[in-house]
């Protein structure tokens, strides 16, 4: 890891050196040196020395000042490589033109130096050549008439992209010029357009997200290649990139929305309905017996025998029912109330195994605090000092929990007829459910005796006893980490990865966890392609905590992060 | 706040040239935010020697932002809808520029005139018609403008004449074609259903 380390601070030096240049506009080279974080995390004050480092580039790559840059890349949506590639294959009038870019390197600039008095086609009124401002483009008008221009597009939420006042002139203003001339009349204004500007940088950009926090942290998520994946913010949520809503891999994001509006719209009354009513043999809504015989009826006008479930006519004695015998078989009838049946049993079943897992998540999220207590009581009383082990087994266990939590709900929908009915056979679905149970039931025995094993008062061992433990902990910690990974690889080529009609695609399964994204302190001359994202201040901070992760070093006072690379220790011990 | 001045001289600009352009705008009261422009019908199509009255409100970032333009005039239009007189242009919408002014506005709806876009429609059955028929659009839009668009009494006189034909007693048919603003077809339905 040391290694690792000073070679990942050499790219950093050189990388600086060469800002200026192309020699690093080849992603590949960087992705080779260092399997540095994909994601970042991009602060309030960092958000402007990020926009300036692509814009840097695109200046440098086409010689462009810095408003023409900007305007090629909001046109681009921040997509520097298709801009590039736009560049290549159609040539810079295109481009320019594309994007209202004057194609003038050398006029514009003697905007001052014009006759003395200028006539302003908006106003009508005669202005000194120092009232008025000549655009790239060549038009002239007086400042007034551009400063009411400016506000008003402004306040019509177009700042990314104001046009000339000329008709039908499709350049864009220099927004230096705009800020400038709105700052001395609304100053307040002027800042609000600075601030889209800077934030268009996320909002018009598909690699750069909000953090979905609430309330806000302020902070926003730039991935590198992958969007679908799951990030840490600094701020410590957890979010799914693609949906932003919570990390919930191997499901993939529609599944996952599918299930949280199930169980928003079911999971409350779930239990009670199962045990109080029977689905209707009719409409297959569910039916509350309110007393009476045994004769139901539906508000859909159905009667059905409450005994069997089964249709039947509306008279009835107090123990009979017309037409109506328990006792005869009518196959259809049964169908139909068998599958309304069955569908909501399957629902429950996954769902109590969700929420059981869930719950057995949370409660386990407990057991920081107390094995904590235990590993310093331990720590002072017997001579084994490394408890290591401890943490990060518990580490694996919230990992692995988690996984398992959310291939849940990821079987409820890869198995059932709602999303792949058309997708497989009966006999193909019922063998891979198998081998996808067969998986989830290892994992989960695992996870179990895992659990069991960190709960122990090993405390109050004597040291074999608490050898033991640790091989065994260490042993089910690498276990489990296999079988997670089985269990993605599995879903991403057995399963999703077979689909003919429909593409779900799911976060990367990561050893050591959520990713947390690395912060860039703050500095003018960033990086934005490749992977050295990292300043020396960073580095320094990692070194001072003398841990060898980058991840780790922002969370020391956090004893337990749930992103603590575990293969470190895992690994240490014989594997 | 509207740039008065900037008003004024549009309107002083406009009256100069009315001999070649034939447009006119006029303010409405002795507020100038409430303008009433006339514009000819072009030489050559459906809508010639009608005379079209447009409703100008200015808002309040003029010229920054466009002026509400809208026909008092019934036209036959595909681009202009034939209840409410609200028009289909894009200058008088996002490709507006504080360099237009309202004669250069107006003059661009007179363009519009002479080369609707059926396919960028603002009153969908005009725009259907001229499609599928487009004889009987062009007699429609003739039409339209004989009735609507034509100040002189002879159009009146020419409408009181045709329902007095179908058989109404004509101080009826004079009070219904007033009351009804000179709608030929409106006074007949009023007409027939009384």
């Known amino acids: 890891m040391d290694g690792g380390f000073s070679s990942d601070e050499g790219c950093y030096s050189s990388d600086c050196e060469s800002l200026d240049g192309l020699e690093n506009d080849e992603p590949g080279l960087n992705w080779s040196s260092s399997k540095g974080p994909s994601t970042r995390v991009i602060r309030k004050e960092s958000l402007l020395a990020e926009q300036k480092g692509v814009l840097q580039r695109v200046m440098d790559v086409l010689s462009l000042r810095e408003h023409h840059a900007r305007a090629l890349l909001i046109h681009y949506r921040w997509d520097r490589e298709k801009l590039l590639s736009v560049f290549g294959e159609k040539g810079k009038p295109y481009l320019f033109n594309d994007a209202g870019i004057p194609d003038v390197d050398e006029q514009g600039k003697d905007s001052s130096a014009t006759s003395s008095i200028e006539m302003c086609d908006i106003c009508m009124e005669e202005v000194s050549g120092s009232e008025a401002t000549r655009m790239d483009c060549g038009h002239c008008f007086c400042n007034n008439c551009w400063t009411e221009h400016f506000i008003v597009k402004i306040n019509e939420g177009q700042s990314r992209r104001i046009r000339c006042m000329a008709h039908k002139c499709n350049a864009t203003c220099d927004d230096s010029i705009v800020s400038t001339l709105v700052r001395r009349r609304h100053p307040d204004l002027a800042e609000k357009f600075d601030r889209f500007l800077l934030e268009s940088y996320i909002e018009d950009n598909k690699m750069v997200k909000w953090c979905p926090s609430a309330p806000h942290c302020g902070n926003a998520i730039c991935v590198d290649e992958d969007e679908f994946c799951e990030v840490e913010c600094s701020c410590g949520l957890q979010f799914c990139f693609s949906c932003l809503s919570e990390a919930h891999s191997p499901c993939s994001c529609s599944m996952w929305d599918l299930w949280t509006k199930k169980c928003r719209d079911e999971s409350e009354t779930v239990n009670w309905i199962t045990v109080h009513t029977k689905p209707c043999p009719k409409c297959h809504k569910p039916v509350e017996k309110n007393g009476g015989c045994n004769l139901v009826s539906c508000i859909c006008g159905q009667a059905f025998c409450w005994l069997c479930g089964g249709a039947t006519g509306r008279d009835h004695t107090w123990s009979s029912i017309a037409g109506h015998s328990c006792g005869r078989y009518k196959e259809d009838q049964e169908k139909k109330a068998e599958r309304a049946k069955r569908d909501l049993y399957r629902y429950m079943h996954y769902h109590s195994r969700y929420k059981g897992h869930l719950d057995s998540f949370k409660l386990e999220n407990k057991l920081r605090e107390t094995i904590q207590e235990k590993v310093s009581i331990s720590e002072n009383n017997s001579t084994l000092r490394d408890f290591s082990w401890v943490t990060n087994g518990l580490y694996r266990l919230f990992r692995s929990r988690r996984v398992l939590l959310y291939s849940y709900p990821f079987a409820f929908y890869m198995f059932g007829e709602e999303l792949f009915k058309d997708e497989m056979t009966d006999e193909d679905r019922e063998l891979k459910q198998h081998l996808f149970e067969d998986q989830q039931q290892q994992l989960e025995q695992s996870i179990e005796r895992l659990s069991k094993f960190l709960e122990e008062p090993f405390d109050q061992y004597d040291e074999k006893k608490v050898m033991d433990i640790r091989m065994r902990v260490i042993d089910l910690s690498v276990t489990t980490d296999d079988l997670c990974r089985k269990m993605y690889q599995c879903i991403e080529n057995d399963l999703l990865g077979s689909l003919q009609l429909g593409t779900h695609i799911i976060a990367p399964y990561l050893s050591k966890g959520i990713e947390r994204a690395s912060e860039l302190v703050t500095c003018l001359s960033t990086q934005v392609d490749g992977s050295e994202k990292f300043l020396s201040s960073d580095f320094s901070k990692a070194d001072d905590s003398g841990c060898s992760s980058r991840k780790r070093a922002r969370k020391e006072s956090h004893l337990f992060d749930l992103n603590m690379p575990a293969e470190v220790t895992d690994r240490k011990c014989g594997f | ?194």
């Open chain 2, 1 to 194: 706040m509207i740039d008065f001045s900037r008003v004024q001289k549009e309107l002083q600009e406009c009256i100069k040239d009315i001999e070649a352009s034939g447009i006119k705008v006029t303010p409405k009261g002795d507020n100038l935010s409430r303008l009433v422009g006339t514009i000819p019908g072009p030489i050559g199509t459906p809508y010639e020697g009608g005379t079209f009255q447009l409703d100008i409100t200015l808002p309040d970032a003029y010229p920054f932002q466009p002026p509400k333009v809208q026909f008092t005039t019934k036209v036959w239009h595909p681009n202009i809808s034939s209840q409410s007189g609200a028009i289909c242009l894009d200058i008088l919408k996002d490709q507006w520029s504080p360099a237009l002014t309202l004669k250069t506005a107006l003059l661009s709806v007179q363009a519009l005139l002479s080369a609707p876009e059926p396919n960028d429609p603002q009153d969908a059955v005009v725009a259907q018609q001229y499609h599928r028929d487009y004889q009987t659009f062009v007699n429609t839009a003739r039409y339209w403008t004989e009735a609507f668009a034509k100040t002189s009494s002879l159009g009146v006189e020419e409408k009181v004449k045709k329902l007095v034909e179908m058989g109404f007693p004509e101080p009826i048919v004079r009070s219904t074609l007033e009351a009804v603003g000179g709608d030929e077809n409106l006074a007949l339905e009023k007409l027939c259903s009384s």
